[in-house]
T-cell receptor
Framework: AQSVTQLDSQVPVFEEAPVELRCNYS??????LFWYVQYPNQGLQLLLK??????LVKGINGFEAEFNKSQTSFHLRKPSVHISDTAEYFC??????????????FGSGTRLLVRP | NAGVTQTPKFQVLKTGQSMTLQCAQD?????MSWYRQDPGMGLRLIHY???????DQGEVPNGYNVSRSTTEDFPLRLLSAAPSQTSVYFC????????????FGSGTRLTVV
């Protein structure tokens, strides 16, 4: 079964600094990857997704992620963060079962804390 | 557009009580899922559905039942609530299995005492 690992539970960063949130997935076979953001007391919102094609994926709010097959990684980056980027970020993968099921499986999340 | 609507937003139950968390979407999405969110554990899939009349178990299905009689509605039932079911529950829906990502509701915060 597919899974994702987010190694950092919390990432503190100063405003206008660059940030990278790390995500590693378990298998390289037909992988579909996503990043979601959750602002306090809200549901999740899709930031970006990788389905196929270009390994550099651009999303909303200036975020981008790079699919790296050799390192089984899908790290999220932003060149300059704002206070408003403070939120929890989740990496997710589609787990394709033998019965043709498609389940969206999440990592444990990384809390991005942007300081002034 | 209402998107994905979850009710109630907050609920306190006593151990052993039953209740149904409601989820409705108005986007004609075939795929719907229920997740629970606990600190440090991310979101864990409880049950999911790929269309009316079709449901299947996720990662943590024990203690929960679902049904999908219409495309719009996907209720989650707790048959006999336990303190371990204290969590925030999210319902999500998607137009397809992969391409469009999932739209999430705003969540139901459930406390079992």
């Amino acid at each position: 079964a597919q899974s994702v690992t987010q190694l950092d539970s919390q990432v503190p960063v100063f405003e206008e600094a660059p940030v990278e949130l790390r995500c590693n997935y378990s298998s390289s076979v037909s992988v579909y990857l996503f990043w979601y953001v959750q602002y306090p007391n809200q549901g999740l919102q899709l930031l970006l997704k990788y389905l196929s094609g270009s390994t550099l994926v651009k999303g909303i709010n200036g975020f981008e992620a790079e699919f790296n097959k050799s390192q089984t990684s899908f790290h999220l980056r932003k060149p300059s963060v704002h206070i408003s980027d403070t939120a929890e970020y989740f990496c997710a993968v589609i787990d394709r079962g033998g019965d043709s099921s498609y389940k969206l499986i999440f990592g444990s999340g990384t809390r991005l804390l942007v300081r002034p | 557009n209402a998107g994905v609507t979850q009710t109630p937003k907050f609920q306190v139950l006593k151990t052993g009580q039953s209740m149904t968390l409601q989820c409705a979407q108005d986007m004609n999405h075939e795929y719907m899922s229920w997740y629970r969110q606990d600190p440090g554990m991310g979101l864990r899939l409880i049950h999911y559905s790929v269309g009316a009349g079709i449901t299947d178990q996720g990662e943590v299905p024990n203690g929960y039942n679902v049904s999908r009689s219409t495309t719009e509605d996907f209720p989650l039932r707790l048959l006999s609530a336990a303190p371990s079911q204290t969590s925030v529950y999210f319902c999500a829906s998607s137009r397809s299995r992969v391409n469009y990502g999932y739209t999430f509701g705003s969540g139901t915060r459930l406390t079992v005492v």
